[in-house]
């Protein structure tokens, strides 16, 4: 069997790692992939566009194709793909959107009942600074693109609130992401996150997760696309399942029927938990990054057997999961999420137990260099989350590189 897993990171790498563990005959294809992926699989070297993908798809005989980053998404390959007579896992374009478009995403939250803090939609610069100058509690600003998940400020005062908007409709830090905006009211809490499986007819969650978005501790200084994650999040209770289900999950599966948004994909729920509800901020059409090097190695199930089911028309009712925690730590390049510097040489990667994932380094002549912002993915697995995360950091401790920054409270 042949299975093409599209994006370069963390995420990918993982999910290769898993399906090989499920079944050691399949052969697996990246693209664009990184160093690590290469060493499982393949990666396709060529430019491609999601079209060329298409083609190289059929000409290869893929047998399944898996979406890992969105941008694949937002370009319309599921559609793509279709089209072609392929079978490809990921939501077709305009369901993308609840992802790719967060105008779109509130408006269908607010259309169906489904609970997210509120929020007011501009579009001019000056609406938006007026909006400001008469608000005095803490707000978040959020861009109407994803921005690879850095498109969101939180503000607690007028000034910073003020100069965050001018980065994002003046500046245009986050390009055409911020030609419209949403103010958004501030929650103080704790978020969660709940990545599912969809199949057309219902959401089937996976373990709790919770991610750490900040770049610096104690949740402070610029959104990352992750900076790590622990499963299960302790905050996400019985009760608190219980208003998610009834609240947020049930409400937007039918919505999704309702829509004609329904496709075989994974949908992630970025919730935050505050005065005892479930709040939804935001859906991602896919795996959440870092999450998904956490939720993996505690996936007792077979990932390829869930997969295939779904094309052979077989009944998905339940995830089996390892009775474990486990804390995921985000290595990066210093500077990171902004300018960074790569090509520095990482030491003592190969002699670091599994589990653990490239996320931005290749090889080159045969030593591990960084190529991205994000680097090496570190998991520790144990009984308690405090178990884990203690695993987590005396593996950190082997690796070293120029510039290396992680987190020191990942799982506290």
């Known amino acids: 069997?042949?299975?093409?897993?599209?994006?370069?990171?963390?995420?990918?790498?993982?999910?290769?790692?898993?399906?090989?563990?499920?079944?050691?005959?399949?052969?697996?294809?990246?693209?664009?992939?990184?160093?690590?992926?290469?060493?499982?699989?393949?990666?396709?070297?060529?430019?491609?566009?999601?079209?060329?993908?298409?083609?190289?798809?059929?000409?290869?005989a893929i047998d399944i194709t898996i979406v890992g980053s969105e941008f694949f998404l937002l370009e319309g390959i599921v559609d793509i793909f279709q089209n072609f007579g392929l079978k490809i896992v990921g939501p077709h374009y305009l369901a993308s959107k609840l992802e790719g478009d967060r105008i779109f995403a509130k408006s269908f939250m607010e259309k169906y009942g489904i609970r997210t803090p509120k929020y007011k939609i501009f579009s001019c610069y000056e609406k938006a600074i007026n909006f400001l100058k008469k608000n005095t509690n803490?707000?978040?600003?959020?861009?109407?693109?994803?921005?690879?998940?850095?498109?969101?400020?939180?503000?607690?005062?007028?000034?910073?609130?003020?100069?965050?908007?001018?980065?994002?409709?003046?500046?245009?830090?986050?390009?055409?992401?911020?030609?419209?905006?949403?103010?958004?009211?501030?929650?103080?809490?704790?978020?969660?996150?709940?990545?599912?499986?969809?199949?057309?007819?219902?959401?089937?969650?996976?373990?709790?997760?919770?991610?750490?978005?900040?770049?610096?501790?104690?949740?402070?200084?610029?959104?990352?696309?992750?900076?790590?994650?622990?499963?299960?999040?302790?905050?996400?209770?019985?009760?608190?399942?219980?208003?998610?289900?009834?609240?947020?999950?049930?409400?937007?599966?039918?919505?999704?029927?309702?829509?004609?948004?329904?496709?075989?994909?994974?949908?992630?729920?970025?919730?935050?938990?505050?005065?005892?509800?479930?709040?939804?901020?935001?859906?991602?059409?896919?795996?959440?990054?870092?999450?998904?090097?956490?939720?993996?190695?505690?996936?007792?199930?077979?990932?390829?057997?869930i997969i295939q089911s779904y094309f052979q028309h077989k009944e998905i009712s339940s995830i089996d999961w390892k009775k474990l925690c486990s804390c995921c730590v985000v290595l990066s390049s210093r500077g990171y999420p902004e300018k960074y510097e790569s090509g520095k040489i990482i030491e003592g990667l190969n002699s670091l137990k599994e589990p653990?994932?490239?996320?931005?380094?290749?090889?080159?002549?045969?030593?591990?260099?960084?190529?991205s912002g994000r680097v090496l993915n570190i998991v520790g697995i144990g009984n308690t989350i405090q178990e884990a995360r203690i695993k987590a950091y005396e593996k950190v401790k082997k690796i070293k590189f120029e510039n290396l920054y992680f987190r020191k409270d990942i799982g506290l």
């Open 138 to 305: 803490s707000i978040a600003i959020k861009t109407n693109g994803i921005a690879a998940g850095k498109g969101v400020i939180l503000s607690h005062n007028q000034n910073d609130a003020i100069k965050a908007l001018k980065n994002i409709m003046i500046k245009k830090k986050f390009g055409k992401s911020g030609n419209q905006i949403i103010i958004e009211e501030f929650l103080q809490g704790k978020e969660s996150s709940i990545i599912s499986l969809f199949n057309g007819k219902n959401i089937i969650p996976f373990l709790s997760a919770k991610d750490y978005k900040k770049i610096g501790e104690n949740e402070t200084g610029l959104n990352t696309g992750g900076m790590g994650s622990i499963v299960p999040n302790p905050y996400m209770t019985n009760s608190i399942w219980i208003d998610f289900k009834k609240n947020i999950l049930e409400p937007t599966l039918k919505g999704l029927i309702m829509e004609k948004l329904t496709f075989f994909g994974f949908l992630y729920f970025g919730l935050m938990i505050a005065y005892n509800k479930v709040y939804l901020l935001e859906y991602n059409t896919r795996i959440g990054d870092p999450e998904a090097q956490t939720l993996f190695p505690l996936m007792k199930s077979n990932f390829l057997n």
């Open 356 to 371: 653990f994932y490239i996320a931005g380094a290749k090889i080159n002549q045969k030593k591990w260099i960084t190529s």
């Open 1 to 60: 069997m042949k299975i093409l897993i599209l994006g370069g990171g963390g995420r990918e790498h993982a999910m290769g790692k898993k399906l090989l563990e499920d079944d050691h005959s399949i052969h697996l294809y990246f693209y664009p992939g990184n160093g690590g992926t290469n060493k499982i699989g393949k990666n396709i070297e060529n430019h491609y566009t999601v079209l060329d993908l298409g083609f190289f798809a059929k000409k290869n």
